[in-house]
């Protein structure tokens, strides 16, 4: 897994130093693009959260459990990168 521009855990002095949606999923349906160009068909996952606030959960996937898979996968490729087993 490869996390686009993650900035975890660190403290930062500057008051906006968030990565915005936006660009995040800009850069990541230009990754998109590039895999359907070269014929691969790839599933997605799409969490959107703000604690208090908002929760949604979008995918190409049509089945619940292809869903499931997905975040699992990321959830275990996560906890792989934190523990340095990758």
């Known amino acids: 897994m ?3 521009e993650g900035k975890f855990g660190g403290k930062s002095k500057e008051k906006d130093d968030n990565i915005k949606t936006s660009e995040f999923l800009a850069t990541f349906t230009a990754k998109a693009m590039d895999y359907e160009a070269s014929g691969k068909q790839v599933k997605v996952a799409v969490i959107m959260y703000e604690d208090g606030e908002v929760f949604e959960v979008a995918s190409n996937e049509q089945y ?3 869903v ?4 699992q ?7 792989n990168e934190t523990l340095g087993v990758s």
């Open 2 to 4: 490869k996390v686009i």
């Open 68 to 71: 499931y898979m997905l975040l």
């Open 64 to 66: 619940p459990d292809g």
């Open 73 to 79: 996968l990321a959830a275990q490729a996560i906890i």
